[in-house]
């Protein structure tokens, strides 16, 4: 079952603290793997090794960290392990304009959570592994929206050579894997944007007056209105490729999220009203959207596998709610594609959720990896790290 929607309010209940858990490294206690973003929390489960279950929930963490906490609620509520489960987090909320910078994000962030949670909760700093809250604080930069590095080491783990396409509700991760090792050019968010491997389109929450200043309908090219009209979740209801499992916020003018709510939107982007046209004219104006989106998105791809200098034939690995778009990316560049849930320990009911919060799962599975690596009488194992930072195409 989708996970539901979150309450705009919480009632007088709200607080949230549950105590560490008293499960050793090692042993067979749960885990919970977090990624605490801006927009939306998503959470996996893992029992004995596996993910057995995920949920996400809508999020507007910019309105406040009531919004985090109704999310915790939400997963207390749904899942009786969290009572004593351990957990590890991964996050990008710190960019959101509730905080004065990153820092100060990451600090507010790390620390409520471990209120919450316990102070046994663990971060994960990518080449600084798992810390604290406290030492968080000091490794910031490490843990700042590392989610995207996390679900790339986790592919390093089973493809020696391949390219993590994360394509979510807002954004897009590009990250060459090569060698077993991610490869980012990258580690911040204003590195990846400079490289190409942080794309700022998503196919729920991005404005359509990002993707084009003309666009052509029944055979016009048009200007295009620079207002907050339409989003892409508009385009892809009319493609008919958004789940409304992952549909979940308003509208740009907060109507109806349907064909014909997405239609009227559609049109005003051109000074149109919907009646001014056919369905069909309005369908085919979507499929234009779509492709402005997927040239964006392949060009900066082209950008990353150039960079990387990877063999022919390297896999793409799927990832996302707009994983969709990834097979088509493939086979107009010449590579095969995976589905990251082929790639994980995931329960098979929740496969196609394993692909939507990747980062969720990634930081669960690593951090079990992590507990039976350091356990009483284990092997000892190598993190996986980045490699070096390679020059990257301009």
């Not at 892409?232 to 740009?252: I, K, N, Q, S």
């Not at 009646?275 to 499929?287: K, L, V």
Request: hydrophobic share 50%; glycine share 8%; net charge negative.
């Amino acid at each position: 079952m989708p996970p539901p929607n979150l309450p705009d309010t919480l009632g007088p209940d709200a607080a949230l603290v549950v105590p560490p858990s008293k499960g050793a490294a090692g042993t067979s206690a749960p885990l919970i793997g977090w990624d605490i973003g801006g927009a939306h929390v998503k959470a996996s489960l893992l029992e004995a090794g596996t993910v057995t279950a995920i949920g996400q929930w809508a999020t507007p963490l910019w309105k406040g960290l009531a919004h985090l906490d109704a999310a915790l609620h939400a997963a207390r509520a749904r899942w009786p392990a969290f009572a004593h489960a351990r957990h590890a987090v991964t996050m990008t909320a710190e960019m959101t304009d509730l905080f004065a910078d990153r820092e100060a994000g990451v600090r507010a962030l790390c620390a409520h959570l471990a209120d919450c949670l316990g102070t046994a909760t663990r971060f994960y700093a990518g080449d600084a592994g798992w810390v604290d809250a406290s030492a968080a604080a000091a490794h910031w930069p490490a843990v700042a929206s590392a989610n995207w590095l996390a679900t790339a080491t986790l592919v390093a783990h089973a493809l020696p050579d391949a390219v993590l396409v994360d394509i979510g509700s807002t954004t897009t991760d590009l990250i060459a894997i090569r060698a077993g090792r991610p490869a980012p050019c990258g580690r911040s968010d204003a590195a990846r944007l400079a490289s190409g491997e942080l794309v700022y389109l998503g196919v729920v929450r991005s404005p359509l007056c990002a993707l084009a200043r003309r666009i052509r309908f029944r055979g016009q090219a048009c200007n295009v209105m620079n207002e907050f009209f339409a989003t892409t979740a508009d385009v892809f209801r009319l493609t008919g490729e958004l789940d409304p499992a992952h549909d979940h916020y308003p509208a740009a003018d907060n109507g109806a999220r349907d064909a014909a709510g997405s239609r009227l939107r559609l049109a005003r982007m051109i000074g149109h009203d919907a009646r001014d046209a056919g369905t069909d004219d309005w369908d085919d104006f979507a499929r234009r959207w779509r492709a402005l989106m997927l040239a964006e998105i392949r060009r900066n791809l082209e950008r990353v596998i150039r960079a990387a200098a990877l063999p022919a034939g390297t896999p793409l690995v799927g990832a996302g709610c707009g994983a969709f778009l990834v097979g088509e990316l493939g086979e107009a560049l010449g590579h095969p594609t995976v589905g990251f849930d082929a790639l994980a320990r995931v329960a098979p009911a929740y496969r196609d959720w394993a692909r939507v919060c990747a980062p969720s799962v990634a930081v669960a599975q690593l951090a079990g990896d992590a507990d039976l690596a350091t356990a009483p009488g284990a092997s000892p194992r190598t993190a996986t790290a980045p490699a070096a930072e390679p020059p990257c195409a301009s």
